[in-house]
């Protein structure tokens, strides 16, 4: 099936950097994209291809993929960095687009 | 600027027709996009609804097929949302968006700021 796998929850340090990884098959056939998303507000995108970032996001994120997992790692986590974060793909097979589970991301 | 906007009812009664329209300002919905329906039930995560390309092409969640329905209104520069036979599970914050495959990777780069709607009686 096409399914995109997060864990529930990841925590760091204030200033440390971090990782989120999502794992999946539809992985292999498009890089995964990472969208952010704070409480009560929409979804912004802030990884995208090999690591593409979009204006305005960050240069403290990255990302980064290997076979059926990708990674977003955030270098020198800030306190408005805590957010729910989802991967995103597109199932090549099927033309169904899946999101990740969410990762919630606190920043301690 | 691309901006994507959500407007609808926010109450709909259970058994009824959601409907929701997304109007587009700075962009044309006839440009090479997968204009997307995306909605959040309170307290989690994200689920695809469906896309519609601007041919006209749409593609639908399984789980959701057989009563969703998305179309095109070019006249307007707006795309529009329809879910039948609604019950409690469709209560989300549903969101629009604009996106595409570039560099070998799918991207929603645009999104509204969503639209909460309710079933209840």
């Known amino acids: 099936s096409s399914e995109l796998t997060q864990d529930p929850a990841v925590s760091v340090a204030l200033g440390q950097t971090v990782r989120i990884t999502c794992q999946g098959d539809s992985l292999r056939s498009y890089w995964g994209s990472w969208i952010q998303q704070k409480p009560g507000q929409a979804p912004i995108l802030v990884i995208y291809g090999r690591n593409n970032r979009p204006s305005g996001i960050p240069d403290r994120f990255s990302g980064s993929t290997s076979g059926n997992t990708a990674s977003l790692t955030i270098t020198g986590a800030q306190a408005e960095d805590e957010a729910d974060y989802y991967c995103n793909s597109r199932d090549s097979s099927t033309n169904h687009v899946i999101f990740g589970g969410g990762t919630k991301l606190t920043v301690l | 600027q691309v901006q994507l906007q959500e407007s609808g009812p926010g109450l709909v009664k259970p058994s009824g027709t959601l409907s929701l329209t997304c109007a587009v300002s700075?962009?044309?919905?006839?440009?090479?996009?997968?204009w997307t329906w995306v909605r959040q039930p309170p307290g989690k995560g994200l689920e695809w609804i469906g896309e519609?390309?601007?041919?006209?092409?749409?593609n639908y969640n399984s789980s959701l097929k057989s009563r969703v329905t998305i179309s095109l209104d070019k006249s307007n520069n707006q795309f529009s949302l329809k879910v039948s036979s609604v019950t409690a599970a469709d209560t989300a914050v549903y969101y629009c968006?604009?996106?595409?495959?570039?560099?070998?990777?799918?991207?929603?780069?645009?999104w509204g700021q969503g639209t909460l709607v309710t079933v209840s009686s």
């Open positions: 700075g962009d044309s919905i006839s440009n090479n996009y997968w």
């Open positions: 968006a604009r996106c595409h495959i570039a560099v070998a990777s799918y991207l929603c780069e645009y």
């Open positions: 519609i390309f601007h041919s006209g092409n749409t």
